[in-house]
């Protein structure tokens, strides 16, 4: 029998849809529901299956992924899994990703049998999970006949690349391993939507108005140009127009930190580089793939307050204006053939622009602290560098720093799981072997999601984990403390020698100094046989003065009285 000749599953035609879509690695924790389905994408040889601790590192793993190759996929089983993976599905949602995640359910029989099953709810009910998924994906999908299998496939894969969002497909057990025909050309998959050629015509038009008699237009970046794949656009637009351009923090290094038109990073009280002080200044707005939620706006302190121009991934809005199915490559390509060249905000900026601080570089027996922390770091990026930063201080710390060309920085602000930058860096630096992948995390959200480290000694993954000890959960401590703010302390550095049993190649070092800071920098530079974990331990009060700040705006925000019920 020829290979061509062999059964082909249902299976096998997910496992072709996700490599011809680009995917190499597929995150997976097995369970009894998934078992012939991992078979069958494990039988693929463009495929390569990376199992995970559990299925909340596993989606979180696919969301890292996802950042760094586009698309990514998460395959877990009925329930017991997928309810764990929902988390980093919603933060694929949040975060604009398209992580397909892949759930084995029972067998088709059992529920016309009035079968009580394992893994469920054990009344009889096996919708829930895919009414649930509906709620956290932008296509939800359950296969019920293997006949049904390719058009539910290509059509849930599609719809997540188009909207960069999640998709959702439930494939039962005894239906993996059923026959399916082959799939046509991925092309019907992939092909991208280009934009209504008189909707994108009448955007620019509109554009070309509302910049008109503009004397201080603004560039405001904010992290949806990247999942737009509109970064190159956007650099041809600053520079067609020459004028300051400011980034929100989930957008940092979305336009480049070394562009001599780079004015900083746009948080309101806790700006870098006097970003604030322009973008108040501007009478014109160009909002480019920008979010606005409580964190971005410190609180709702920081909302721009002139009519703005928002280019979103594939609409445009303009004071009295919408256009739909404009897609932002294209409309900022276009913006950047017509516009005029105004540098008054660059020239303004310019006499603004606050002089190169002059960092205290600590003595080698000096205690550590966070600025020297935040100062060794910074000598650790390169153009090979990506940063991850977490939740709570490393967050303000992290944006602070100046990324040279070529260093990548990844944040999860909308959804803000602590844990996240474990599973997720593991992800994606298993895309970019030639990437020095840093993490900067506290000691509260590592102890989420620490198991995943031993994903990275056991496929070698050469990851910096900068831990940032101080003793407790300090971001919420600035929002609103309590005893629920104390954790326990780990031996964290002893924890990573466990990972390593009797195989692994991991480092655990720590940091109590700022000598001992640079010379276990050193140490992990040069060592390429799996991660190295720092505990840097600091004091408890050591934080930053933009977290206390942000951390007082945004627990007002939050202690706002109940308004009124509206009459309608
Ligand atoms: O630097 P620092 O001490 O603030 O960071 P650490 O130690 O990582 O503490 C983070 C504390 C924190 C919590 C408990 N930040 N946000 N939260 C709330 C929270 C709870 N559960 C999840 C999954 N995500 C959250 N953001
Ligand atoms: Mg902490």
């Known amino acids: 029998m020829s290979a061509h000749d062999k059964k082909f599953t249902v299976g096998d035609y997910l496992a072709q849809r996700l490599a011809e879509i680009g995917i190499r690695h597929h995150f997976v924790v097995p369970g009894d529901y998934n078992l012939i389905l991992l078979d069958k994408l494990s039988a693929n040889p463009n495929l390569t299956e990376i199992g995970c601790a559990n ?62 099953l394992h893994h469920t709810l054990g009344n009889g009910d096996y919708t829930y999970q895919y009414e649930m998924a509906k709620k956290i994906t932008c296509c939800a999908v359950a296969v019920a006949r293997a006949e049904e299998a390719p058009r539910l496939i290509d059509r849930a894969i599609r719809h997540a690349l188009l909207a960069r969002k999640p998709c959702y497909i439930e494939i039962p057990t005894n239906l993996a391993g059923a026959s399916c025909v082959r799939p046509g050309p991925i092309s019907a998959v992939t092909d991208y939507v280009v934009s209504d050629p008189a909707a994108l015509e009448a955007a620019g038009n509109c554009a070309s108005e ?249 496929f070698r993954i050469p990851i910096t984990i900068i831990l940032i000890n101080n003793r407790g959960y300090t971001i919420e401590v600035e929002i609103h403390d309590g005893s629920y703010n104390k954790i326990k302390n780990w031996d964290y550095a002893m924890l990573i020698r466990a990972f390593n049993s009797t195989d692994g190649d991991a480092k655990g070092l720590v940091a109590n100094t700022a000598g001992e800071l640079a010379e276990a920098i050193a140490v992990a530079a040069k060592h390429d046989g799996g991660p190295t974990l720092i505990e840097c331990t600091i004091d408890q009060d050591d934080c930053s ?16 009285p109940p308004r009124h019920q509206r009459e309608d």
């Open 55 to 116: 299925e909340l590192n596993c989606s979180m793993a696919a969301e890292g992924y996802a950042r760094a190759n586009g698309a990514s996929v998460c395959v877990v089983t009925f329930s017991v899994g997928a309810l764990s993976a929902f988390n980093g599905t919603g933060s694929a949602y949040a975060e604009n990703l398209p992580l397909i995640l892949v759930s084995g359910s029972p067998n088709t029989n059992d529920a016309g049998q009035f079968h009580i």
């Open 210 to 458: 509302y910049l008109s008699g503009k004397l201080k237009p603004v560039i405001l970046v904010g992290p949806k140009l990247r999942r737009a794949g509109a970064e190159a656009e956007l650099l041809r637009l600053a520079e067609a127009m020459g004028c300051a351009v400011a980034v929100q923090p989930a957008a940092k290094g979305m336009f480049p930190e070394d562009h001599p038109q780079f004015v900083g990073i746009f948080w309101g009280q806790v700006s870098t580089g006097a970003a604030d002080t322009i973008v108040h200044w501007a009478d014109a707005l160009i909002c480019v793939g920008t979010v606005f939620n409580d964190y971005s706006t410190v609180g709702w302190t920081a909302v721009p307050d002139i009519p703005l121009m928002a280019a979103d991934m594939d609409h445009v809005t303009f004071p009295g204006a919408h256009f739909s199915r404009v897609r932002l490559p294209e409309f900022l390509g276009r913006l950047a053939e017509q516009v005029s060249f105004n540098d008054t905000t660059m020239v303004e900026y310019n006499r603004l622009r606050p002089d190169p601080l002059h960092l205290h570089v600590a003595a080698p027996e000096d205690a550590l602290t966070r600025k020297e922390i935040s100062r060794q770091v910074q000598e650790m990026l390169g153009p090979k560098t990506s940063l991850f930063v977490e939740t709570g201080d490393s967050w303000f710390n992290g944006i602070q720093l100046k990324l040279p060309q070529g260093a990548q920085f990844e944040i999860e602000m909308q959804w803000g799981h602590i844990g996240w930058s474990i599973p997720a860096s593991f992800g994606y630096a298993l895309h970019y072997p030639e990437r020095r992948t840093i993490v900067m995390v506290g000691d509260g959200s590592f102890q989420v999601t620490a198991q995943e480290v031993s994903q990275m000694v056991r």
């Open 545 to 560: 003065r933009e977290l206390i700040t942000w951390g007082h705006y945004v627990a007002s925000a939050n202690a706002r």
